[in-house]
């Protein structure tokens, strides 16, 4: 049984450029959340998706934005890459409604030069 | 809004040592504590999950425990081995279902 599973695992991009990170999640899961964790941090909350619609959002400006597919796979989009934008993005299934526990991928690591 | 404090920053024990994380939270109504296992560069591992009615969960040579009315959560590692190696987040569920983390504990164990 797959977990959740991300990619790519490694992306170098360049201020004002545009990025797409991907999710699938675990087998049987229906809801995706992001989180943004700089390096030291703990993870914040960026958005989650459930029924293919954002459900809930963090403190986020809107240069971050998201889809869901109906087979519940998920893409972070970021536009206007800010150097402040590199980090672990990581990907979290669940259930909706209580959404716990969340299960995590490894994360796609983002280095904005 | 909930804050999420972990202490220490940092540790370094050497092997067999029993070791003690400690967590903080300043909104008592939370519905569930959740440890996690972050090796460098990976994801997230969850080690336990405290639901807001129990007091402890143990798995293993882990043991948290949660105090919600003093918004305090220990994660209790026994035995301490260097396969233990790792940053060791806490969080914090409430009212949204969307958890609080606090920044972590890295932790170092010596052979």
């Known amino acids: 049984d797959a977990g959740v599973t991300q990619s790519p695992t490694h992306l170098i991009k360049t201020r004002g450029q545009q990025v797409t990170l991907r999710c699938s999640p675990k087998s049987g899961h229906d809801t995706v959340s992001w989180y943004q964790q700089a390096l030291g941090q703990g993870p914040q909350f960026i958005f989650q998706y459930y029924e293919e619609e954002e459900r809930q959002r963090g403190n986020f400006p809107d240069r971050f934005s998201g889809h869901q597919f109906p087979n519940y796979s998920s893409e972070l989009n970021v536009n206007a890459l800010l150097l402040g934008d590199s980090a672990l993005y990581l990907c979290?299934?669940?259930?909706?409604?209580?959404?716990?526990?969340?299960?995590f991928g490894d994360g796609t690591r983002l280095s904005i030069l | 809004k909930q804050e999420v404090t972990q202490i220490p920053a940092a540790l370094s024990v050497p092997e067999g040592e029993n070791l003690v994380l400690n967590c903080s939270f300043t909104d008592s109504a939370i519905y569930n504590l959740q440890w996690f296992r972050q090796d460098p560069g990976k994801g997230l591992t969850s080690l336990l999950l405290?639901?807001?009615?129990?007091r402890e969960q143990t798995s293993g040579r882990l043991n948290a425990s949660l105090d919600k009315s003093s918004g305090r959560s220990t994660l209790y590692i026994a035995a301490s081995q260097p396969g233990d190696s790792a940053t060791y987040l806490c969080?914090?569920?409430?009212?949204?279902?969307?958890?609080?983390f606090g920044r972590g504990t890295s932790l170092i164990v010596h052979p």
């Open positions: 405290i639901q807001s009615s129990q």
């Open positions: 969080a914090v569920g409430a009212g949204s279902y969307i958890p609080t």
């Open positions: 979290a299934s669940s259930n909706a409604p209580t959404n716990q526990p969340q299960h």
